[in-house]
């Protein structure tokens, strides 16, 4: 099992959200809320697969919120 | 340079107009706004920026002359030039690139153009998709359109060439274009008939010579049942410009341009590069470096070298190719050509990689053989190594408005401009320099790129160190050869002129 | 394994080898949110890049690299990774500052290559969407604009009183 914390500073709900849309069908995410974060658990095969849907759902839920902020 | 020993509180914030400045030697050079330039001794320039320069003095008079004082700032004369360096601005893209075919018969260590094997026909630009593209083409803000068939190798499918020339000239009737074509080729396809063809057509033939037969057919390989690729590019450089002549075109106008990759091998064997070039006939040579696109990426351990050994290389080049200027020889050398207009015209040659901002978009576009549609040639090959970031759409559905006033458009015309970039905003090379937002993009991984780290910022500042320390020490012969590359005369031959309503 | 970086405190930044990643803590006080975002950005293409934000005034980065990676070549990408920063910073403050020569350029530019829009283009031209962001209330209606003043003439105050209210109102 790898954590994510995405503060809520950093990065808009709504956009995690649509992260964790994309990619739900590669692993098992669990989601909840603790203080400043929006915590994502994901869980799959492999911890190098659990590394690597982590990042990748990390890396587009920052891509997408730097997109909404019309940020470059 | 003794800014320290003036100290900020000894600088004169009242008296001397907006500048940029570099060390230049033992010297100082001073650029404004507009791109004018003084160079100053180090006595000078403290008197300058301590705000001491007396009215009346030979100082004093060149610094009002070039605008460099604020108690004579001339605003007009300022804007006028700013004016001048941006008149390309007015109007949309001139050049466009037609890829007619991956296909090539060549195979190029670096080769930038992403090609195909001779039987990959898939990868043909077909009839079709040549029209609608020439359909887009003519319809640029741009009087003047030049149409640039490039490959691989467009000779492998020269009936599409043949038919888009056609096509174009029937369609620029009713569009009025001051219309160009040229083709890049490495000649090893052509015959007399295509020739013959190509120069009832008027178009400009250009080609690649990388310097001596051994260099050159090391980095350009042809498959060896069809012999030496220098041997082709010569045989046919040499014919075509005896057909010009016959056509009784002036020589030193009219010969078929030839461009020079600068690889590894090369940087050691300047004046044999410079003497291929003077005894084919040609009067200029484009010192690229190598560029990360195409090949050159997978193959830079074989062929890259520390820009600092280019600089070198180019110092050493230039200098001989000045030499051979002064015993009668006509030749320049293009990057230089193309700096000295902006620094001793005050206008833009518009050399769409080196302005500012660059052409991606508003200067150029690129068709792929598949009807893709690209900001540049560069971004068409990258497109090919899998990054389609600069793709702008296709030439069955897009219109000219969609390519031009493209989101991508739009954000490489913000990332050229060098105002906006950390370095470049206190340059002095600001005013002449320019750098493809597509070149950050590949070599740095963003449009913006940091030009501190730029291979293409090192190359250009140190092509303008070398052109500055000329201008500010060289003997009168030199500055009147610098002065004459500068010079640019119009080749009205390849042009097709319409006036629209006569036809 | 958390190792540090030949010269570079660890508190700004460490390895951690097992991981293959590089944390680099960011003063949030001297770097501003989009420059933290535009260096990120520009290594997605080669590492996991994830933000937290420790304690008020810092920024955590984690660069995870995407293949296996030394402690050279973590090194390496911390150090780009502040090189950029830097240049993000920098060339905001710049745009900023410049926004004026470079929109009248890019307005220029893109005006020119296009030219004016063709008959067909107009008609195709949706103009019931929004056309732009209106903060000063340019386009909006008097009554939308001073609801309340409307609020108050209905409650049968004199024309006079629906002036608009100072500029703080609007601000």
């Known amino acids: 099992m790898r954590e994510l914390r995405f503060h809520r500073d950093l990065y808009a709900g709504e956009q995690v959200d649509a992260a ?51 940020a470059t | 340079m003794n800014l320290l020993e003036i100290g900020a509180d000894g600088l004169d914030t009242g008296k001397p107009a907006f500048f ?241 990759t600068v690889t590894r091998e090369l940087l050691h064997r300047e004046r044999e590069l410079v003497d291929t070039y003077t005894e084919l006939g040609c009067r200029a040579l484009f010192l690229r470096p190598l560029d990360p696109f195409g090949f050159a990426d997978k193959t830079q351990h074989l062929i890259e070298y520390p820009r600092e050994d280019y600089l070198a290389f180019y110092r050493r080049t230039v200098d001989y190719i000045i030499e051979r200027n002064k015993q009668g020889v006509e030749i320049l050398e293009r990057y230089a050509a193309i700096f000295l207009t902006k620094i001793l015209n005050g206008e833009d040659p518009n050399f769409l990689d080196v302005r500012q901002p660059a052409g991606a978009g508003i200067g150029q576009l690129a068709y792929s053989y598949d009807g893709q549609i690209f900001t540049c040639d560069e971004g068409r090959m990258l497109d090919a190594m899998g990054d389609s970031s600069f793709r702008l759409g296709d030439v069955h559905m897009s219109s000219y408005r969609d390519l031009v006033g493209h989101e991508t458009v739009r954000a490489v015309v913000l990332a050229g401009q060098l105002d906006g970039h950390p370095d470049c905003v206190h340059c002095a090379y600001n005013p002449y320099c320019g750098i493809p937002p597509v070149h950050s993009h590949k070599s740095q991984g963003s449009i913006w790129g940091r030009k501190r780290e730029s291979s293409l910022c090192h190359v250009h500042k140190g092509i303008l160190d070398y052109l500055f320390e000329k201008l500010a020490t060289a003997d009168q012969e030199t500055l009147e050869v610098l002065q004459r590359w500068t010079t640019s005369r119009s080749r009205d031959h390849f042009l097709h002129r319409v006036t629209v309503g006569a036809v | 394994m958390t190792q540090r970086f030949a010269g570079v405190p660890d508190v700004l930044a460490h390895a951690d080898l097992d991981d293959s990643s590089a944390e680099l803590t960011v003063d949030s006080t001297l770097y501003s949110l989009e420059s933290v975002y535009g260096a990120s950005f520009t290594f997605i293409d080669r590492c996991f890049v994830f933000l937290d934000r420790p304690a008020e005034g810092q920024l955590r980065v984690t660069l995870a690299a995407k293949k296996s990676a030394t402690q050279d070549e973590l090194r390496g990408f911390v150090g780009e990774f502040a090189n950029e920063l830097l240049a993000c910073a920098w060339r905001e403050k710049i745009t900023a500052e410049n926004r004026g020569a470079i929109e009248a350029v890019t307005m220029q530019a893109l005006a020119g290559a296009m030219g004016p829009p063709s008959l067909d283009e107009l008609e195709d031209f949706d103009f019931s969407e929004e056309p732009f962001e209106d903060p000063l209330g340019i386009a909006m209606s008097w009554e939308e604009k001073y609801g309340k003043d409307k609020a108050k003439r209905k409650q049968g105050e004199g024309p006079e009183a629906a002036a608009p209210e100072p500029a703080e109102e609007e601000a």
């Open chain 2, 20 to 260: 940029r400045f570099r060390p230049l030697g033992d010297r100082v050079l001073l650029t404004n706004l507009e791109g004018r330039f003084v160079v100053l001794d180090d006595a000078d320039f403290g008197r300058f920026a301590r705000g001491e320069v007396e009215a009346g003095t030979p100082l004093f008079e060149q610094l009002s002359r070039e605008n460099f004082l604020r108690e004579s700032f001339d605003e007009a004369k300022a804007a006028a030039m700013i004016r001048a360096r941006r008149r390309f601005l007015d109007a949309g893209p001139n050049l466009h690139v037609l890829v007619v075919t991956l296909r090539c018969n060549t195979t190029c260590v670096y080769c930038h153009a992403s090609r195909a094997n001779m039987d990959e026909v898939e990868t043909d630009m077909t009839p079709e998709i040549a029209e609608r593209a020439i359909d887009l083409i003519l319809q640029t803000t741009s009087d003047y359109v030049t149409i640039e068939f490039q490959g691989g190798e467009p000779l492998v499918n020269f009936e599409v060439v043949k038919h888009a020339i056609e096509y174009a000239l029937s369609k620029n009737a009713s569009a009025g274009k001051q219309l160009e074509f040229t083709m890049v080729s490495n000649f090893a396809l052509l015959d007399e008939e295509k020739l013959d063809y190509l120069l009832e057509h008027r178009v400009q033939l250009c080609t690649s010579i990388d310097g001596p037969a051994d260099l050159h057919d090391s980095v350009r390989k042809l498959p060896r049942a069809d012999g030496s690729a220098h041997g082709h590019a010569v045989r046919w450089t040499r014919r075509i410009n005896e057909r010009y002549r016959e056509l009784g075109l002036e020589e030193t106008l009219y010969h078929v341009e030839a461009l020079v």
């Open chain 1, 20 to 70: 964790l849309k994309v990619y739900e069908r590669f692993g098992t995410f669990t989601t909840s809320e603790e203080g400043e974060h929006f915590v994502v658990r994901v869980e799959s095969k492999s911890a190098a697969r659990e590394r690597r849907l982590a990042g990748e759902l990390a890396n587009y839920a920052l891509g997408l919120t730097i997109r909404g902020r019309g």
